[in-house]
């Protein structure tokens, strides 16, 4: 391979189905974040109301962290014209580092809402550069099978970081001689998850390293592309404006399905304790299956897509998901629950790389950057207002309304990708 940068990748074999070394390390760059974010996400809640504040002040901070994302959103974008994709991955996880490690050492409701305000600012960030950065480090060839993977690897081994976490409060209980369900424990557990983001970041270094070795001049060449890179980010959002109907085509289903997310899936954890009693343990366990179970169909998503069709996946799997939801919601014993969240997990995110392919594949380059920040923007959309409003429901209603809106959000989702992208003489024309 010729040299490798964030913004030109010249691969010898442009028809090789194999992965490039920066996209392998951006793999393991993804795998230490991701299963150290799932401590953070399997005991956030509890950790909250361990600590002693209400449930609408959870609903407040989870709120909190989506309204930032949106607001920094457009002046990160504009950042990402200067700032090379893998720095910028980096800097998102040492932003998301800082905020889980301010909640371990200094948990006043303040500074939890600044924590909060950092892992929206760390996950916007990287979102908005995963996708480019894959982008530019795969070939036509090798584009499903990186994206499908990256996305196995997050959710999967967000299973195996939360199969790792249930223990944890349990150990440092037993060392420090406090409950385990103490905010004491869950600080802890904490610590641990903010070392592992920040060792993430080593193999994005290498990445920058390998750069330093087949460049002779990269800060002349980058401020090249810099320059590039700002004049192209112009065009888009002209040319975004000017022809806005296929990008609102691509936007609709993210943002329903985050307003329907928004209202439960962050209280999954809250849902089997409160419902079955469920000790963390058993949540680690629980959590664990619904990553893996769900990295594995992602992983088969692919072959699915070769066979039937990469929107046809899409909805398919989406449609057959959503009774498994509705059983969720209803399950008269754990053992029902647990088995339909895994069904309702692996099938309804197996098709969610395909899909971000799909929009970059129909997005010209230069706007790819801009269109997966909005992407990014719908998916998050739901959570400016659905954590509040979900916990206003939780404390007098329970969680049924939930999964009723939940449930109607996902089924509308899925039928605009039917009749926009699947029916006959569907279709969209080039984003941007």
């Not at 997050?154 to 209980?173: C, F, H, K, T």
């Not at 641990?192 to 060449?221: D, F, K, Q």
């Not at 129909?362 to 509040?388: D, F, I, K, N, Q």
């Not at 206003?392 to 605009?416: N, S």
């Amino acid at each position: 391979m010729s040299a490798i940068d964030d913004d030109v990748v010249i691969p010898n074999e442009v028809a090789s189905h194999s992965l490039s070394w920066p996209a392998r390390l951006y793999l393991l760059h993804t795998a230490l974040l991701t299963t150290s974010l799932a401590i953070v996400g399997l005991f956030f809640n509890f950790t909250i109301l361990a600590l002693g504040f209400p449930l609408n002040f959870l609903g407040l901070i989870n709120t909190v962290s989506f309204v930032v994302s949106a607001v920094l959103g457009l002046p990160l974008l504009w950042l990402l014209a200067y700032l090379p994709l893998r720095l910028a991955l980096a800097s998102g996880a040492l932003i998301q580092g800082f905020g889980v490690l301010l909640i371990a050492v200094w948990p006043s409701s303040t500074t939890i809402l600044i924590a909060s305000a950092a892992l929206g600012a760390g996950s916007v960030l990287f979102e908005m550069s995963a996708a480019p950065f894959m982008m530019q480090h795969s070939t036509a060839a090798s584009r499903d099978r990186l994206f499908s993977t990256n996305t196995a690897i997050r959710i999967g081994l967000a299973g195996v970081g939360s199969l790792l976490a249930g223990p944890l409060p349990g150990i440092l209980a037993g060392w420090w001689a406090v409950a385990p369900q103490s905010a004491a424990a869950y600080r802890g557990t904490f610590v641990l998850a903010a070392a592992g983001v920040l060792v993430a970041i080593v193999p994005l270094l290498l990445i920058r390293s390998h750069v330093a070795l087949e460049r002779p001049n990269p800060t002349t060449e980058q401020h090249v592309f810099s320059e590039r890179k700002v004049s192209a980010a112009s065009v888009s959002w002209r040319a975004l404006i000017q022809n806005p109907a296929p990008l609102l085509k691509v936007l609709l289903s993210p943002a329903l399905i985050s307003i329907g997310a928004a209202l439960l899936i962050p209280y999954l954890n809250l849902f089997f304790q409160q419902r079955f009693r469920v000790p963390d343990t058993m949540l680690g366990f629980i959590f664990a299956g619904l990553g893996v179970s769900t990295g594995v169909a992602v992983l088969l998503a692919p072959r699915l897509s070769a066979r039937v069709g990469q929107m046809a996946t899409i909805v398919l799997t989406e449609v057959l998901a959503i009774p498994f939801l509705m059983l969720l919601g209803v399950a008269p014993v754990l053992g029902i629950a647990v088995g339909a969240a895994l069904v309702r997990a692996a099938l309804f995110n197996m098709g969610a790389p395909l899909y971000d392919a799909f929009a970059m594949e129909h997005t010209s380059e230069a706007a790819r950057p801009t269109v997966m920040a909005l992407m990014s923007a719908a998916y998050s959309v739901g959570y400016l207002w659905g954590p509040l409003l979900s916990t206003y429901i939780q404390v007098h209603y329970g969680f049924a309304p939930l999964f009723l809106i939940t449930t109607t959000c996902y089924i509308m989702a899925v039928g605009i990708k039917y009749w926009f992208f699947l029916r006959p003489r569907a279709g969209i024309a080039v984003i941007g």
